[in-house]
Every structure is written in structure tokens, then in C-alpha cells.
């Protein structure tokens, strides 16, 4: 055999590889449809957008989310126009922290976002922060004659106090825990040496009762004796004072 022979028989048991494609197709990667706008509901405040918050108690503002695709909740970041009002800060899921810092209002905004960033939208709430300044009484329940020891007689009021504002507007919340010291001043020729304080809570208007009374042996009579009545709410000390002011058949508290 030829060489040439040899290089032919050779060529012809040569097999051509094949080369095998498969034809992929690209799946795109699910969109998680933008959130609509979004609610911002006072939690467990039934005002509406115009949530009441109580300084310096925290509140907490709850974001809603509705998809396109059914109902589901956005991540949220949290900001307040106001600092010197209120502060806001995101916390678990989509509820965001709103803490008073003073009187006033502000708008806290809340923004959504989706998974993927590629679109947000937010909203925003008013919230009116009432700081507590006074407590002053709005009626007298029942007064009379006090029932005091053998030799004293005196003077009993049961008031409704109130917890306000600087301008006399009420605070309705309940549970605020409501304490008061009490010291005898100037004049005090009905000879009061001791006191008796206490503390409660305040019902849903932000009204409690409390009692006043005097016991003197110079009752009855034309005495009088002066005290200074300072409060305090949940631990937080109120910056006005009573004025109050005891007799032997009267009792008034700032005037009242």
C-alpha cells in the first residue's frame, strides 16, 4: 500500500464530532408589584389620621400595604417633620416608633419600598403631642363637715382633678398614674403639721377624684391654713403647682 492509500483509508474511518445545543430559555425574575399608598393608622387611637399622643409615652403608627397581587406588608423607614415635637424610628416589620418629645404637631411620614428597590411611596400622619402642665379641679362631688378626731373639727371636699395642658385643655387618657406631695405653708393658725398624699390613675377623660381636708382644734373658727400641692405623672414631675387654701367650711384649690 502507498502511502497515499494509507492516508485515504485513514480519512475514511475519520468521524466528524458532532456538537449538541440546547436551546434555554431566560426566565425573568418575578416583580414584586410597588405598594399602593400606604394608611397610617393611630394604633389603638380611634382619631382618624390625627392621632393624640401623650407625652412622653410611645405610641406606635402601623403601616398597611395593599399589592396589586392581594394584601402584603412593605419594609417602611419612618421620619417626623419635627423633631423638637416628635421623633419616629422604624421598628419590627412595618411599624414605626413615635415618641413625644414636646407640645405640638407634626407630620410623621412613613415609606415604603419594594423588594427591590425600584419604586417607593409614602404618606404621612398629623400628630398632636398634648404635654401635661396642671391639674385642676372641674367639679366638686360632695363637701361638708370632716369626720375628724375627738376635739378637731374641719372640712372635707371631694373633688374631679384634671390633668391639662398649659391652656387648660384636658388630656383624655386613661392610666396615667397620678401622685402628689403636699407642704403646709403660710399662714397656718389652724396648726397643721402633717399631710396625707396618694396616688391613683385617670380614667379615659383624664379625670380623677381626690379628696381634701382639714382636722384642727381651732375649728371652728376663723383660721386658716395655707399649702402647696406638687404632682407628678407616671414618675414625670408636672410644672405647675396648686395653691391650696383651708378653712374651717371651705376648702379652695388655685382659686376653685
Avoid at 393624640?52 to 410611645?58: G, N, Q, S
Avoid at 403608627?61 to 417602611?76: C, N, V
Avoid at 416589620?93 to 425600584?118: D, L, R
Avoid at 383624664?206 to 402647696?228: I, K, L, Q
Wanted: negative net charge; contains cysteine; hydrophobic residues 30%.
Amino acid at each position: 500500500m502507498m502511502y497515499s492509500e494509507l492516508l485515504r483509508v485513514r480519512d475514511s474511518s475519520y468521524k466528524k464530532p458532532r456538537f449538541h445545543a440546547r436551546l434555554v430559555r431566560c426566565q425573568s425574575v418575578p416583580r414584586q408589584p410597588c405598594p399602593t399608598v400606604p394608611k397610617l393608622t393611630p394604633f389603638a387611637v380611634r382619631h382618624g389620621l390625627n392621632g393624640v399622643f401623650t407625652a412622653p409615652f410611645v405610641k406606635k403608627l402601623r403601616y398597611e400595604g395593599e399589592a396589586s397581587t392581594g394584601s402584603g406588608d412593605f419594609p417602611t423607614s419612618w421620619s417626623s417633620q419635627d423633631t423638637s415635637v416628635a421623633i419616629a424610628a422604624g421598628g419590627a416589620g412595618n411599624i414605626g416608633t413615635v415618641v413625644g418629645e414636646g407640645a405640638g404637631t407634626t407630620e410623621i411620614i412613613a415609606t415604603a419600598e419594594n423588594e427591590f428597590g425600584t419604586c417607593s411611596i409614602g404618606a404621612g400622619a398629623d400628630v398632636t403631642v398634648m404635654q401635661p402642665h396642671q391639674v385642676e379641679p372641674v367639679n366638686t362631688q360632695i363637701q361638708g363637715a370632716a369626720v375628724c378626731p375627738s376635739g378637731q373639727h374641719g372640712w372635707s371636699r371631694t373633688v374631679t382633678n384634671q390633668v391639662q395642658t398649659s391652656s387648660g385643655t384636658a388630656i383624655p387618657y386613661a392610666s396615667m398614674t397620678m401622685a402628689d406631695t403636699l407642704m403646709a405653708q403660710t399662714p397656718n393658725s389652724l396648726g397643721i403639721s402633717g399631710t396625707e398624699t396618694g396616688s391613683t390613675q385617670t380614667d379615659s377623660h383624664g379625670d380623677f377624684p381626690d379628696t381634701y381636708f382639714v382636722c384642727s382644734t381651732g375649728c371652728p373658727g376663723s383660721g386658716t391654713a395655707g399649702g402647696t400641692q406638687s404632682w407628678t405623672y407616671n414618675g414625670f414631675n408636672l410644672p405647675h403647682s396648686n395653691s391650696v387654701s383651708y378653712a374651717c367650711s371651705a376648702i379652695t384649690i388655685d382659686g376653685h
